[in-house]
């Protein structure tokens, strides 16, 4: 059998690199988005691979098996619902909705036509991120103390309501993988509106993750920092333990995850842990087209990014009281 024919709906900041990593593939077939000026740069950089601005067209088309959804949030559910609907797999860029009951009814719609519904968190397809998770696994890090993840960059072109709806669900979904916990809550919300413009550019989240060791319950703090107005952009995630820390930056070109540990003489030891190369976008796309060939559900599947869509909309309602103009909003449980 070969592989599924793929169309990817949007084409912009993002989606071209689903565009790119699809075709190099050997699976792009069409591309849809509503600016043609996008359009005629896919017609350009990638010969032979139809392009349109009629996502009811793409829908009929009966040679596409698979549809890659790279567009605003706030249109990810209706989007992947008409796809699910016409018989298509789904790939939808993170978050898998803006509700918890649209996530699930794409998740029943999905089971019930045994289609594959897949959800881009991308961190979970880091070779860094499997290595980390291994090491965590193994002991090395001893007994978890707390992990945090410090996602900020400059951005100026908002889509979003929240910086946490744009930047959180990367570090949600990791955390989560990282530490086998399927529910994490929120404990405490603090956003700041520091343009007055309506929009929380800059937040964090406070959060626990119950997890399973030795067959007792424990609980992990941890904490999310997000903002858009930050010119250095840091992608920094720290798990802290009993016996090393690691820390994983992804902003270096090479030895991305470190592991820092303290000898009896106070010496600093830092060690560098091999993983496989490999980008994860390539990874998460290859990932795709094999579920969809063996009918198999996916890593990032509607179950992972339940509780994701969970945590933000509980965070929503707590930052629903929007601010003024630089006043900051703070809830607790």
């Given at each position: 059998?070969?592989?599924?024919?793929?169309?990817?709906?949007?084409?912009?900041?993002?989606?071209?690199?689903?565009?790119?990593?699809?075709?190099?593939?050997?699976?792009?077939?069409t591309v849809c988005?509503?600016?043609?000026?996008?359009?005629?740069?896919?017609?350009?950089?990638?010969?032979?691979?139809?392009?349109?601005?009629?996502?009811?067209?793409?829908?009929?088309?009966?040679?596409?098996?698979?549809?890659?959804?790279?567009?605003?949030?706030?249109?990810?559910?209706?989007?992947?619902?008409?796809?699910?609907?016409?018989?298509?797999?789904?790939?939808?860029?993170?978050?898998?909705?803006?509700?918890?009951?649209?996530?699930?009814?794409?998740?029943?719609?999905?089971?019930?036509?045994?289609?594959?519904?897949?959800?881009?968190?991308?961190?979970?397809?880091h070779p860094a991120?499997?290595?980390?998770?291994?090491?965590?696994?193994?002991?090395?890090?001893?007994?978890?103390?707390?992990?945090?993840?410090?996602?900020?960059?400059?951005?100026?072109?908002?889509?979003?309501?929240?910086?946490?709806?744009?930047?959180?669900?990367?570090?949600?979904?990791?955390?989560?993988?990282?530490?086998?916990?399927?529910?994490?809550?929120?404990?405490?919300?603090?956003?700041?509106d520091t343009l007055?413009?309506?929009?929380?550019?800059?937040?964090?989240?406070?959060?626990?993750?119950?997890?399973?060791?030795?067959?007792?319950?424990?609980?992990?703090?941890?904490?999310?920092?997000?903002?858009?107005?930050?010119?250095?952009?840091?992608?920094?995630?720290?798990?802290?333990?009993?016996?090393?820390?690691?820390?994983?930056?992804?902003?270096?070109?090479?030895?991305?995850?470190?592991?820092?540990?303290?000898?009896?003489?106070?010496?600093?030891?830092?060690?560098?842990?091999?993983?496989?190369?490999?980008?994860?976008?390539?990874?998460?796309?290859?990932?795709?087209?094999?579920?969809?060939?063996?009918?198999?559900?996916?890593?990032?599947?509607?179950?992972?990014?339940?509780?994701?869509?969970?945590?933000?909309?509980?965070?929503?309602?707590?930052?629903?009281?929007?601010?003024?103009?630089?006043?900051?909003?703070?809830?607790?449980?």
């Open positions: 059998m070969g592989l599924p024919r793929v169309a990817v709906i949007g084409c912009g900041n993002w989606g071209k690199n689903l565009v790119r990593n699809f075709h190099h593939l050997g699976a792009l077939a988005d509503a600016d043609h000026r996008r359009l005629e740069h896919v017609a350009r950089e990638h010969r032979g691979v139809a392009t349109t601005d009629d996502y009811e067209s793409v829908l009929k088309d009966a040679s596409v098996s698979a549809i890659v959804i790279a567009t605003p949030s706030d249109t990810h559910f209706n989007l992947a619902k008409q796809a699910l609907l016409a018989g298509k797999h789904v790939y939808v860029e993170k978050p898998l909705a803006r509700d918890v009951k649209h996530a699930e009814e794409l998740d029943e719609i999905a089971t019930n036509a045994n289609l594959v519904l897949m959800v881009g968190h991308l961190l979970l397809y991120v499997n290595c980390l998770k291994d090491l965590i696994a193994s002991g090395e890090l001893g007994e978890l103390l707390f992990v945090r993840s410090d996602r900020m960059n400059f951005n100026l072109g908002r889509r979003d309501w929240s910086v946490l709806w744009d930047l959180a669900p990367h570090d949600i979904s990791m955390m989560s993988y990282l530490l086998d916990c399927e529910s994490p809550e929120v404990s405490r919300v603090g956003g700041w007055g413009d309506g929009l929380v550019d800059v937040a964090y989240l406070d959060l626990s993750f119950p997890i399973t060791v030795n067959g007792e319950q424990k609980i992990i703090p941890g904490q999310v920092r997000n903002s858009w107005i930050d010119p250095q952009k840091v992608v920094r995630l720290t798990v802290n333990g009993t016996k090393k820390t690691a820390v994983l930056n992804d902003t270096q070109q090479e030895d991305k995850l470190a592991l820092h540990s303290q000898t009896s003489e106070g010496r600093m030891v830092v060690e560098y842990p091999y993983y496989p190369d490999g980008e994860p976008l390539h990874l998460e796309c290859e990932h795709f087209l094999q579920c969809v060939l063996r009918g198999e559900r996916p890593r990032t599947d509607a179950n992972n990014a339940y509780n994701v869509v969970r945590v933000l909309s509980d965070v929503e309602k707590r930052l629903s009281a929007r601010p003024g103009k630089k006043s900051p909003v703070v809830t607790t449980r």
